[in-house]
């Protein structure tokens, strides 16, 4: 009774396979394998949770900023070469970087910045500026002679033909006739 009871909600899109199998599972001399599985019980021991209380860390976001920070770079392979130090006490910073640049000098800014006086730098450069040398090369001057171009151009022939249009009048096609067709959902017994 309860294979017939399933069978009937299934949706009408498979109701001929599942007719086929209410009918197999339904028929005389059916009878489903004995199953039986034995369990073992199960001992599972979990510790109590153990609580654990951070206290939160004071942040002062309205407090002046102190920080002190350095860096530098030396790469042989690349003869990148710079470094940077700063360092800030509240609205006051302070510090200086160097660079070497292409030419073989070393730039170094040394700046300051406060509420007061605003951004002040003072730039100094040391080292002599060294250029590869570029060897002199004599070209022999080259003679290049170009022919004339031949350029001719025939006149574009356009020709335009006044389109023919005609209208015929279509006889009537008659009535029209809605076809006999159930609007609703997917077909599934609502017809409107």
């Known amino acids: 009774m309860y294979i017939y009871s399933y069978c009937v909600f299934i949706l009408p899109q498979v ?29 599972v021991a979990h510790a109590a949770p153990v609580a654990v209380a ?51 000098t070393t730039r170094t800014v040394h700046y300051t910045a406060d509420p007061h006086n605003g951004f ?11 250029h590869p040398a570029t060897p002199l090369v004599a070209h022999a001057p080259v003679a290049v002679a170009h022919a004339a171009p031949v350029v001719a151009h025939a006149a574009p ?6 389109p023919a249009l005609s209208y015929a009048r279509a006889a009537p096609l008659g009535r029209y006739a809605a076809p006999a067709l159930g609007y609703g959902y997917g077909g599934y017994g609502y017809h409107g």
Not at 120 to 130: L, M, Q, R, T, W
């Open 15 to 43: 109701t001929v396979f599942a007719a086929l199998i209410c009918a197999t599972l339904a028929a005389p001399g059916y009878a489903p394998a004995a199953l039986s599985v034995a369990h073992a019980p199960l001992a």
């Open 120 to 130: 002040n730098a003072h730039v100094e450069y040391s080292g002599h500026a060294a």
């Open 157 to 162: 022939l356009v020709a335009h033909a006044a």
């Open 54 to 104: 951070h206290a939160a860390p004071a942040v002062d976001y309205f407090a002046p900023a102190h920080y002190q920070y350095n860096y530098g770079v030396h790469d042989a392979h690349t003869g990148d070469v710079k470094e940077q130090s700063e360092q800030r006490e509240g609205d006051s910073v302070q510090g200086h970087y160097s660079l070497v640049q292409p030419d073989g």
